[in-house]
Every structure is written in C-alpha cells, then in structure tokens.
C-alpha cells in the first residue's frame, strides 16, 4: 500500500469512529494536512448527521467549505466531542509533534477544546522517541532572533521555514536536533519563552485514540 492508501484507510476509519460515537447535531473538530484532508472527504459522506465542523486553518475551512460542510467560529461553540487531526510523529503516549504544515495553534486550541482527541496517521509517524522531525514552532516575527537563541540553549538548531506565514501572521521556527526524552517538560519550557505562540509538542494534551494505518490493516492505541 503507498502512505497516500495508508491515510485515506485511517482516515476512512476516523469518520466511521465519528458516525459510530458522536452524538446527531454535533460539530466536529478538523484538523489540517494531507491526512485531515482525507477525512474531510470521508466526512462528507455523512453530511446529514453532524451539524458542522470547526477548522483548524483557512485551507481546512476552505475544502469543508468545498464539501458543503457548515463551518463554525470556534467562540460560537463550546462543545466539541471529537477532534480529527494528523501528526508529523507520535509515540506510544500518544505525545505528538504536530506543525508540519504550520496550523500547531489553532489545532492546539480546537484540540483544548474537544472532549476526545482522534490523531490519524501512516504506520511512519510512530516513533520511540520523537526529535527526528523538527519541532515546529510559532513565533511573533520581532522576537525571532531572541526565541532562537533561548532554542539553542535548550539544545536544539532552529532554522526559520523560509517564506511561511502562518494563519495567525506569525513565522515557525522549525528545531532540529532534539531528543525529546520528557514531552511535557519541554511543551511547557518552550511556550515560557518570550514571543513564542506555541510549539507543535502536544504532550499536555495528547490524542485519545490513535488510528494507525498499515500494511495490515488499521490498528488503534487508546489511551
Ligand atoms: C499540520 C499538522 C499535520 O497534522 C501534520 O503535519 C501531518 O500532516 P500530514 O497528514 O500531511 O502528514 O500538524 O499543521
């Protein structure tokens, strides 16, 4: 199976997760990258039971929008049962980095807000220990040379995705050369420094449930 199958078949599972255990009316959180995408497609086929959905970045508004999927401001809403999202890796703490396409905080904050958190992804993603994919990071565009240099005192060697702009106006920092041992610790020591949004570490509020797509079929990881 190529990963594009591997995703489109978790993604597949996601949205039977979500017609089997959400509640009719609901609005569901949706995530940002290929693999949301997939679901978003997989989502639209159940169109009539849900009631809408909250995005997680302008390109996941637009292609729910392309659906026909009703789409909320998140202050209008303040019950999510189940947020859908990928992840760049995960371990089996269901600890996540997220970021890869630069939506870490908005789908931070419709993450917070949903009851259940359903990561889907790729058997790739599941790693040991995470640090191999740069740890993207949201930062205010005058406080990028001093968040760099309080990275670097942390161990790792930020490097600034060129010509990014995030949803919310701001750049990523992307670390590499972590070996992130102690998730949690490091999520809450990074979001300390001055100027930064968030960092893609979702330790502090992990996924629920894993949707691991491979070569055998789709396995899951509950928490
Ligand atoms: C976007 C994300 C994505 O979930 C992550 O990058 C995984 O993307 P993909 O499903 O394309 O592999 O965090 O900010």
Same mark, same amino acid.
């Given at each position: 199976?190529?990963?594009?199958?591997?995703? +489109?078949? @978790? =993604?597949?599972? %996601?949205?039977?997760? &979500?017609?089997?255990?959400?509640?009719?009316?609901?609005?569901?959180?949706? !995530?940002?990258?290929?693999?949301?995408?997939?679901?978003?497609?997989?989502?639209?086929?159940?169109?009539?039971?849900?009631?809408?959905?909250?995005?997680?970045?302008?390109?996941?508004?637009?292609?729910?929008?392309?659906?026909?999927?009703?789409?909320?401001?998140?202050?209008?809403?303040?019950?999510?049962?189940?947020?859908?999202?990928?992840?760049?890796?995960?371990?089996?703490?269901?600890?996540?980095?997220?970021?890869?396409?630069?939506?870490?905080?908005?789908? +931070?904050? @419709? =993450?917070?807000? %949903?009851?259940?958190? &359903?990561?889907?992804?790729?058997?790739?993603?599941?790693?040991?220990?995470? !640090?191999?994919?740069?740890?993207?990071?949201?930062?205010?565009?005058?406080?990028?040379?001093?968040?760099?240099?309080?990275?670097?005192?942390?161990?790792?060697?930020?490097?600034?995705?060129?010509?990014?702009?995030?949803?919310?106006?701001?750049?990523?920092?992307?670390?590499?050369?972590?070996?992130?041992?102690?998730?949690?610790?490091?999520?809450?020591?990074?979001?300390?420094?001055?100027?930064?949004?968030?960092?893609?570490?979702?330790?502090?509020?992990?996924?629920?449930?894993?949707?691991?797509?491979?070569?055998?079929? &789709?396995?899951?990881?509950?928490?």
């Amino acid at each position: 199976m190529t990963q594009d199958e591997l995703k +489109k078949a @978790v =993604a597949k599972a %996601a949205a039977n997760y &979500v017609e089997r255990t959400t509640p009719a009316g609901s609005i569901i959180g949706v !995530g940002t990258g290929s693999t949301a995408n997939f679901f978003i497609d997989a989502l639209a086929s159940l169109k009539v039971k849900y009631k809408g959905a909250v995005a997680s970045s302008e390109a996941t508004h637009k292609r729910l929008e392309s659906h026909g999927i009703p789409v909320f401001d998140l202050n209008d809403v303040d019950n999510i049962p189940v947020y859908v999202d990928g992840a760049d890796e995960i371990d089996a703490g269901l600890n996540m980095i997220k970021g890869g396409g630069g939506a870490l905080t908005r789908e +931070k904050i @419709v =993450a917070a807000v %949903a009851k259940t958190f &359903v990561c889907i992804c790729d058997g790739s993603k599941l790693v040991d220990t995470m !640090g191999k994919f740069p740890l993207p990071v949201e930062v205010i565009p005058m406080a990028r040379a001093h968040v760099a240099r309080e990275l670097v005192k942390l161990g790792g060697r930020p490097q600034e995705r060129a010509g990014f702009v995030t949803d919310n106006g701001n750049l990523i920092l992307d670390v590499h050369g972590l070996s992130i041992t102690a998730p949690k610790e490091l999520e809450a020591q990074i979001n300390q420094i001055t100027g930064v949004v968030t960092n893609g570490l979702f330790a502090m509020r992990p996924a629920n449930l894993l949707l691991l797509g491979t070569a055998e079929g &789709v396995t899951s990881i509950e928490d």
